[in-house]
């Protein structure tokens, strides 16, 4: 049932392109009704960065925002936090973004456990859920594209861009200052808005199956009928919407569905593929506000741009249905594929185990208490033995000014420790961060304006060269 009684549209510009390792620099924030009229000032924060990280300099170029500004103008990462949290916390907030979904949700979801909130609390109950409207987009010029034009090509694929600046600049919406988080979240709403005026049905049915139980019922695992599936891994000349046949969920990841990809020959065994997505099989997330959809939804123009047709698609389930069971059944196989090496320090172990309800309950007492009081964790008996650990850490970043001489010793070792070597392979050291810099300062193939970003950079890491590894 939808609760829903306000979307809240965001964007950020991070420091670096990592949503578990980098921080968040700016975050932007407009409310609007369902029908997408503004109700609510908009919203622009800016979070200081703290002495054990550095940025990603090539983020930095690109949003043009510099540890120095953030800090400048910035309020400490947990009242960041805190304050995004509320807004988001607001009963029957919808919370969406643009591309939100894999990146800017993992960077809020981040921030809030690395500052000891409940990660997830924000995307349900009290009518709260979480949208995204990329896949939307890219299925109305699959499926709906009348009145809205998609004539640009992204460069590096060559096929139909899907940037906000193209996007806005094709179908006349305004857009000056691209990211600028602000700016952007103006041109979504303005982006959905045009969708919702002009395929109001496609849009509805978007917005209705942002929950992952309307997933699971459009990708019925009892009946296994084809249905379409829109996604950038589809990404080709003909569009981003193939058929799928849905095979089984993973059992040990419960938002995990297996399908095959009816645009694929069907494999005689999947003996021989390190890979699954090479035998055709491909996952879609419930949990991640996929667009799938019945194959109803095709008329004949779709078909003629998408290239194949209902009956070529339910004829050729229909094979794999009578003759290749063996698809249905692919348990043994998920998993054997190489996973990256997992991240060890807590700081990045947000997925590691769930919060238990204790643990919550007595981080949200410990919140409300003034900062030195927080360093008194020591007498909570966590289930988790790491949040000792991270609420020390959590104090030392933004109330360095109450820790006692000796503390403010070891956070200044601490920080030493992250700048020497990082314990993420995401994150560069500072000698490398300040090679790099130089390097860029010096080059000829580098403009004006970007070599005064780097000087800021450079600078910016000779502060903390001087305060913490002198």
């Given at each position: 049932?939808?609760?829903?009684?306000?979307?809240?549209?965001?964007?950020?510009?991070?420091?670096?392109?990592?949503?578990?390792?980098?921080?968040?620099?700016?975050?932007?924030?407009?409310?609007?009704?369902?029908?997408?009229?503004?109700?609510?000032?908009?919203?622009?924060?800016?979070?200081?960065?703290?002495?054990?990280?550095?940025?990603?300099?090539?983020?930095?170029?690109?949003?043009?925002?510099?540890?120095?500004?953030?800090?400048?103008?910035?309020?400490?990462?947990?009242?960041?936090?805190?304050?995004?949290?509320?807004?988001?916390?607001?009963?029957?907030?919808?919370?969406?973004?643009?591309?939100?979904?894999?990146?800017?949700?993992?960077?809020?979801?981040?921030?809030?456990?690395?500052?000891?909130?409940?990660?997830?609390?924000?995307?349900?109950?009290?009518?709260?859920?979480?949208?995204?409207?990329?896949?939307?987009?890219?299925?109305?010029?699959?499926?709906?594209?009348?009145?809205?034009?998609?004539?640009?090509?992204?460069?590096?694929?060559?096929?139909?861009?899907?940037?906000?600046?193209?996007?806005?600049?094709?179908?006349?919406?305004?857009?000056?200052?691209?990211?600028?988080?602000?700016?952007?979240?103006?041109?979504?709403?303005?982006?959905?808005?045009?969708?919702?005026?002009?395929?109001?049905?496609?849009?509805?049915?978007?917005?209705?199956?942002?929950?992952?139980?309307?997933?699971?019922?459009?990708?019925?695992?009892?009946?296994?009928?084809?249905?379409?599936?829109?996604?950038?891994?589809?990404?080709?000349?003909?569009?981003?919407?193939?058929?799928?046949?849905?095979?089984?969920?993973?059992?040990?990841?419960?938002?995990?569905?297996?399908?095959?990809?009816?645009?694929?020959?069907?494999?005689?065994?999947?003996?021989?593929?390190?890979?699954?997505?090479?035998?055709?099989?491909?996952?879609?997330?419930?949990?991640?506000?996929?667009?799938?959809?019945?194959?109803?939804?095709?008329?004949?123009?779709?078909?003629?741009?998408?290239?194949?047709?209902?009956?070529?698609?339910?004829?050729?389930?229909?094979?794999?249905?009578?003759?290749?069971?063996?698809?249905?059944?692919?348990?043994?196989?998920?998993?054997?594929?190489?996973?990256?090496?997992?991240?060890?320090?807590?700081?990045?172990?947000?997925?590691?185990?769930?919060?238990?309800?204790?643990?919550?309950?007595?981080?949200?007492?410990?919140?409300?208490?003034?900062?030195?009081?927080?360093?008194?964790?020591?007498?909570?008996?966590?289930?988790?033995?790491?949040?000792?650990?991270?609420?020390?850490?959590?104090?030392a970043r933004n109330w360095p000014e109450v820790l006692s001489e000796k503390e403010k010793s070891q956070w200044k070792n601490f920080c030493a420790s992250r700048l020497i070597n990082?314990?993420?392979?995401?994150?560069?050291?500072?000698?490398?961060?300040?090679?790099?810099?130089?390097?860029?300062?010096?080059?000829?193939?580098?403009?004006?304006?970007?070599?005064?970003?780097?000087?800021?950079?450079?600078?910016?890491?000779?502060?903390?060269?001087?305060?913490?590894?002198?």
């Amino acid at each position: 049932m939808n609760y829903a009684k306000s979307i809240l549209w965001y964007d950020l510009e991070t420091f670096g392109l990592n949503p578990h390792v980098d921080r968040i620099a700016q975050a932007a924030f407009i409310r609007t009704d369902l029908e997408l009229n503004i109700i609510e000032e908009p919203q622009i924060l800016y979070a200081k960065l703290t002495d054990d990280y550095l940025p990603n300099p090539e983020s930095v170029i690109i949003t043009g925002i510099t540890p120095q500004f953030v800090n400048e103008h910035g309020i400490d990462e947990y009242d960041f936090i805190r304050r995004i949290n509320d807004m988001f916390m607001v009963p029957g907030t919808v919370g969406a973004g643009f591309n939100s979904i894999n990146f800017d949700d993992e960077c809020i979801r981040t921030t809030l456990y690395r500052n000891l909130f409940d990660p997830y609390q924000r995307e349900y109950k009290e009518g709260r859920s979480r949208w995204d409207i990329m896949n939307l987009v890219r299925a109305t010029k699959d499926l709906r594209p009348d009145g809205i034009e998609f004539s640009k090509k992204n460069p590096e694929t060559g096929y139909t861009s899907f940037k906000l600046t193209d996007l806005t600049e094709e179908n006349h919406i305004e857009q000056e200052g691209a990211h600028d988080a602000l700016v952007d979240v103006r041109a979504t709403i303005e982006v959905a808005k045009l969708i919702k005026t002009r395929q109001p049905r496609l849009y509805n049915y978007a917005f209705t199956n942002r929950f992952k139980n309307n997933v699971w019922a459009v990708m019925n695992l009892y009946k296994h009928e084809p249905v379409l599936h829109t996604s950038a891994m589809y990404v080709s000349e003909r569009g981003n919407t193939h058929p799928i046949l849905p095979l089984m969920a993973n059992k040990d990841k419960g938002n995990e569905i297996y399908c095959f990809d009816l645009t694929k020959e069907i494999p005689k065994s999947l003996d021989g593929y390190e890979d699954l997505r090479d035998a055709g099989i491909v996952k879609v997330m419930a949990n991640k506000c996929p667009f799938v959809a019945d194959l109803a939804v095709l008329d004949k123009r779709s078909e003629q741009r998408l290239g194949f047709t209902k009956e070529e698609v339910r004829k050729k389930a229909e094979e794999i249905r009578k003759n290749h069971r063996y698809l249905f059944d692919i348990s043994k196989e998920i998993g054997k594929k190489k996973e990256y090496e997992a991240e060890t320090d807590c700081d990045y172990t947000i997925y590691d185990r769930f919060m238990s309800d204790a643990d919550r309950d007595k981080l949200n007492s410990i919140r409300d208490l003034d900062p030195r009081e927080k360093l008194k964790s020591g007498e909570y008996n966590f289930e988790d033995e790491k949040y000792h650990k991270m609420l020390w850490r959590m104090v030392a970043r933004n109330w360095p000014e109450v820790l006692s001489e000796k503390e403010k010793s070891q956070w200044k070792n601490f920080c030493a420790s992250r700048l020497i070597n990082p314990p993420s392979k995401y994150s560069r050291p500072l000698e490398l961060y300040m090679r790099e810099c130089q390097e860029k300062m010096n080059s000829i193939e580098v403009g004006p304006k970007d070599k005064l970003l780097y000087k800021e950079l450079y600078d910016y890491g000779k502060d903390l060269e001087r305060r913490i590894l002198a």
